[in-house]
């Protein structure tokens, strides 16, 4: 929008309606360097794109620290346009308009009376007129566009001599995936060799065979702090948990809402070998690979029972990326078989030493049914009706549906009632049971007002799952 002189206002007789001012020559960088992480080099290393004008009296540098992941390209293009603005901005001006002009606002670009192109910085209203400082823009935009599909760089060769690669067995208690992994393996090398080859053998003398291939290093660490127990199913807000992590690549806080969908998803190995599954909404840089974790959803996928630990600082932590963390053992007649694999550089025999070997086996975890929630009983004339909710692994998290899925075929349940030690041992085949009074009256010799109650549903392939035990005040009709 341009602006004649006859739209100037002058707040006072003796006050210009319109001051230009121009920086000293010295004052302006001569470069700028913007560091960000390469996409196009292994394992996304640090580099630096760097503009320079070394004219006039200019000595100053500028280095700017991007959390970006991008290419060289556009990364040099970022420094120019940087650089253009910063030399553009020496000019800027001070103008008042007429009160009527509230069509302005800050980030407009303007037009001056002498044709120079400014963008408005801040505006400061009275009854005098609009007051708006404004700042010179480069002639000409530089527009950061991706490299054209011809000059599209290759994929980097892996490198000579890759890094020993660091491979960690997970069992799991997500089901992420059809049909359902009951292990998982997260490997990581320094330089990442491009892909990771996994053989995989039926035991000792047995022969290898080419298993699997991983494409992606894992983003996998060590706690800094220790985590102690925290809350299930709401958010813990004030729990703070530092962590070192290699390949930590976009890393990033996102809203609740994206937490609650399964975001920032990751798992944390005590000292026992369990994994609790939790989700961070704060994830802040607080150092070189160092990060602050924070608004952790605990316990989720049935960890519930490793949320209620005390994790030390230095256990391990795994971000549990798709493509990057990989089903290991998917076939349920392989649960409980031992295996031995070779994990290494793809280009490379399973024999050369540049491999690790684990051998580890797969339980059922993945498959046992997660606890019964919302328990409640109520007095009926046969005795006291007991009535839970059952959860599901898979497709359980909308609120359309009238029924969650069944994750198995049919229901089954194993129901404890206590009178300090266990008094009587029920099944259902739903989520509901009648307590006969007459079973009452012979556990307890008079009905009683509240129940101490267990219940756990039963698996056909992992069996019992975890038992919800709570005491029940009985609630008349």
């Given at each position: 929008m341009a602006h004649e002189a006859a739209e100037?206002?002058?707040?006072?007789?003796?006050?210009?309606?319109?001051?230009?001012?121009?920086?000293?020559?010295?004052?302006?960088?001569?470069?700028?360097?913007?560091?960000?992480?390469?996409?196009?080099?292994?394992?996304?290393?640090?580099?630096?794109?760097?503009?320079?004008?070394?004219?006039?009296?200019?000595?100053?540098?500028?280095?700017?620290?991007?959390?970006?992941?991008?290419?060289?390209?556009?990364?040099?293009?970022?420094?120019?346009?940087?650089?253009?603005?910063?030399?553009?901005?020496?000019?800027?001006?001070?103008?008042?308009?007429?009160?009527?002009?509230?069509?302005?606002?800050?980030?407009?670009?303007?037009?001056?009376?002498?044709?120079?192109?400014?963008?408005?910085?801040?505006?400061?209203?009275?009854?005098?007129?609009?007051?708006?400082?404004?700042?010179?823009?480069?002639?000409?935009?530089?527009?950061?566009?991706?490299?054209?599909?011809?000059?599209?760089?290759?994929?980097?060769?892996?490198?000579?001599?890759?890094?020993?690669?660091?491979?960690?067995?997970?069992d799991l208690p997500v089901d992420r995936s059809a049909p359902t992994p009951l292990q998982y393996l997260a490997v990581a090398a320094d330089p990442w060799p491009g892909t990771v080859a996994i053989w995989r053998s039926a035991g000792d003398g047995a022969p290898l065979a080419l298993y699997r291939m991983v494409d992606y290093p894992a983003c996998l660490g060590e706690t800094l702090t220790a985590l102690g127990p925290g809350p299930l199913w709401r958010f813990d807000r004030r729990a703070r948990l530092d962590v070192s992590l290699r390949h930590a690549g976009a890393l990033a806080s996102i809203d609740e809402a994206a937490a609650l969908a399964g975001g920032n998803l990751f798992a944390l190995v005590g000292p026992d070998g369990a994994a609790e599954i939790f989700s961070a909404a704060g994830a802040a840089l607080i150092g070189r690979g160092t990060y602050r974790l924070t608004r952790l959803l605990r316990g989720l996928a049935g960890s519930e029972e490793a949320a209620g630990r005390t994790v030390p600082a230095?256990?391990?932590?795994?971000?549990?990326?798709?493509?990057?963390?990989?089903?290991?053992?998917?076939?349920?007649?392989?649960?409980?078989?031992?295996?031995?694999?070779?994990?290494?550089?793809?280009?490379?025999?399973?024999?050369?030493?540049?491999?690790?070997?684990?051998?580890?086996?797969?339980?059922?975890?993945?498959?046992?049914?997660?606890?019964?929630?919302?328990?409640?009983?109520?007095?009926?004339?046969?005795?006291?009706?007991?009535?839970?909710?059952?959860?599901?692994?898979?497709?359980?998290?909308?609120?359309?549906?009238?029924?969650?899925?069944?994750?198995?075929?049919?229901?089954?349940?194993?129901?404890?009632?206590?009178?300090?030690?266990?008094?009587?041992?029920?099944?259902?085949?739903?989520?509901?049971?009648l307590y006969p009074a007459a079973d009452e009256a012979a556990d307890f010799g008079a009905p009683q007002l509240s129940l101490d109650v267990a219940v756990a549903q039963v698996g056909a392939a992992a069996g019992r799952g975890p038992a919800h035990r709570a005491r029940v005040p009985i609630r008349s009709r």
């Open positions: 100037l206002v002058a707040i006072r007789p003796d006050a210009a309606p319109l001051s230009l001012v121009r920086a000293e020559e010295s004052e302006l960088p001569r470069s700028v360097e913007i560091a960000f992480s390469d996409a196009d080099s292994p394992e996304y290393r640090r580099a630096v794109a760097a503009a320079i004008r070394p004219t006039g009296a200019r000595r100053r540098e500028s280095r700017i620290e991007a959390a970006l992941v991008t290419r060289r390209d556009p990364a040099e293009a970022l420094a120019e346009a940087c650089l253009d603005a910063a030399i553009a901005g020496r000019d800027t001006a001070s103008l008042t308009l007429s009160p009527r002009r509230i069509d302005l606002e800050p980030g407009d670009l303007v037009a001056l009376p002498d044709g120079a192109r400014h963008r408005i910085v801040r505006i400061a209203d009275s009854l005098a007129g609009r007051r708006i400082e404004t700042r010179a823009v480069p002639v000409q935009d530089r527009r950061l566009l991706p490299a054209s599909r011809g000059s599209a760089r290759p994929r980097p060769a892996p490198p000579a001599l890759a890094g020993p690669p660091f491979a960690v067995v997970l230095g256990s391990l932590i795994v971000r549990l990326d798709d493509g990057a963390v990989v089903p290991l053992v998917e076939r349920l007649d392989e649960a409980g078989r031992a295996f031995r694999y070779r994990i290494g550089p793809a280009a490379r025999d399973p024999g050369d030493p540049a491999f690790v070997e684990v051998a580890a086996s797969a339980g059922l975890g993945a498959l046992t049914p997660l606890s019964p929630v919302h328990l409640r009983a109520r007095r009926e004339p046969e005795g006291v009706r007991l009535t839970w909710t059952r959860r599901a692994r898979r497709d359980a998290d909308t609120w359309e549906p009238i029924e969650i899925p069944l994750d198995e075929g049919s229901e089954a349940y194993g129901v404890e009632i206590f009178r300090g030690d266990l008094a009587r041992s029920l099944t259902a085949s739903e989520p509901s049971l």
